[in-house]
């Protein structure tokens, strides 16, 4: 059953009865939603016991609503690969600081769901999995046995193959299958399977509207070295986990070949700076990084704070380079009020660099041309345009045709559509009816039982 509350990308969490054991396939919260709006439909567990919760992934989307659950469900183990247990705690302390600050604006009541102490009792509920190693669970007379797999994505991303009764199921999570310059694309194991989860974010992105990621990565270096040189001041709006230090190592590669000027003061935001020691951890610890803390020394990183566009404006002296979250411009995030102080100087540019879901401010900003009015609510300013907005396709998500290669390779009896805008579910049910008519595809609405 999909505990999302709505059909498309949402708060990511599917609720399984695997023989005897309840299982729990993710456990997000809705970044587009606040409140008790953002959580999974928890209360369609009823009774239910949770026996294992199974985390893909650090993005909030993914784990949000983890400790919120935990509270209710004190019985169950949590699972997730080493690399996510070691950047969990701090990606779920600035979800309190968030939320904090929400309920505080908005007046929230609910909020925040948990405290530092809840984040810190369920650390003693997780079972860490080194990816490719099998653990087998027992209860009463019955046996599951679950490994992870790398899925690329983002650090600690994981794929998941659960076996129960000589029957496979295996749950995709979010995937990208080409290397990153932080971390090695997915490896999957190369079993059949019985049914394969598989999320669908990308699948309305038509080929044509694919552009190499080499050369997105070169016509990003060379729009930041052009506007530097210009005069003017490049914002990287990014998802703190992740796709920040995918950035900082693109600069650094590019300033390292003498790609990009080495003078630009660079400006990083709170969450992702701090990410930063964990993923220096896990390249010491497990070997599954390309990223040391050094390149911020090298690079000469700032921690960026200002939250008011005119004071931001009076403190860039000189072009600089703000790779800040968040990714999608939400209000308030020091990315949105960056974006606010650079908006109105034609020097300057913005570059998105990952999915923005078109309702948020980042979404909407791009739908505009240069000169148009553009309202940031939350300074309560209109500005011209005249900064020039930018689009590089560096997706952390691999491609419709990859995923569906990928799946297909595992020759499943059935397939299961989830973690997508319909438009982009549809296109899988369409093209796995086509070639290959025996595959049953299930495309479940939101709190709809089936059984596969
Ligand atoms: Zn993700
Ligand atoms: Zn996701």
């Known amino acids: 059953m999909d505990l999302n509350r709505t059909k498309d990308i949402g708060s990511s969490c599917l609720f399984a009865k695997i023989g005897t054991f309840s299982v729990l396939l993710d456990c997000g919260t809705n970044p587009k939603h606040d409140g008790y709006d953002s959580l999974p439909t928890f209360e369609k567990l009823g009774s239910s016991a949770l026996d294992l919760i199974l985390i ?10 983890l400790p919120y659950l935990m509270k209710r469900q004190q019985q169950a ?18 979800s309190v600081s968030v939320m904090r600050l929400r309920r505080d604006e908005f007046g929230i009541r609910e909020y925040p769901f948990f405290t530092q102490t809840d984040i810190e ?32 994505h983002v650090l600690g991303a994981s794929s998941i193959l659960i076996e129960h009764r000589h029957r496979k199921t295996f749950y995709t999570g979010d995937v990208l299958f080409r290397d990153q310059r932080t971390i090695k694309g997915a490896m999957w194991p190369t079993c059949e399977v019985d049914t394969v989860i598989t999320e669908t974010t990308r699948g309305s992105v038509m ?14 270096i060379v729009t930041i070295r052009d506007t530097i040189d210009a005069g003017g ?52 610890k497990l070997s599954l990084v390309n990223f040391r803390k050094k390149i911020t020394r090298e690079l000469g990183v700032k921690i960026f704070r200002g939250n008011d566009p005119k004071y931001i404006k009076s403190q860039i002296q000189r072009p600089s380079i703000f790779v800040l979250s968040s990714g999608m411009l939400v209000e308030n995030t020091s990315a949105y009020n960056v974006a606010c102080a650079l908006i109105d100087d034609h020097k300057n540019a913005i570059c998105f660099v990952g999915f923005c879901d078109e309702d948020t401010p980042g979404g909407e900003l791009q739908k505009c041309s240069a000169g148009d ?51 982009s579910r549809n296109w899988f049910m369409d093209l ?21």
């Open 121 to 152: 009792s369920l650390e003693d509920h997780i079972l860490p999995m080194q990816f490719g190693k099998p653990r087998t669970f027992k209860k009463d007379s019955d046996e599951m046995t679950v490994t992870f797999f790398s899925a690329g």
């Open 56 to 65: 893909s992934h650090c993005h909030l989307d993914h784990v949000g609503s």
């Open 233 to 284: 001041s490049v914002l990287i709006p990014a998802f703190a986990f992740g796709r920040m230090q995918e950035i900082l190592k693109i600069i650094s590669d590019a300033r390292n070949s003498n790609r990009l000027q080495k003078d630009s003061p660079i400006f990083c935001s709170g969450l992702g700076y701090g990410l930063i020691d964990d993923f220096d951890t896990v390249a010491k």
């Open 373 to 423: 009015s553009f309202l940031f609510k939350a300074q309560n300013y209109t500005a011209k345009i005249s900064a020039k907005i930018h689009r590089f396709d560096l997706s952390g998500h691999a491609s419709r045709e990859d995923i569906l290669k990928n799946v297909l390779g595992m020759s499943p009896r059935s397939v299961v559509l989830v973690h997508g805008e319909e438009s």
């Open 77 to 94: 183990r949590v699972l997730m690969s080493r690399a996510s247990q070691i950047v969990l705690p701090r990606i779920l302390a600035n």
């Open 432 to 452: 796995l009816i086509d070639v290959a008519p025996k595959i049953k595809v299930f495309d479940m609405d939101p709190g709809e039982e089936f059984c596969i």
């Open 207 to 220: 080929p044509e509207d694919r552009r190499s990621v080499d050369s997105e990565i070169e016509r990003l």
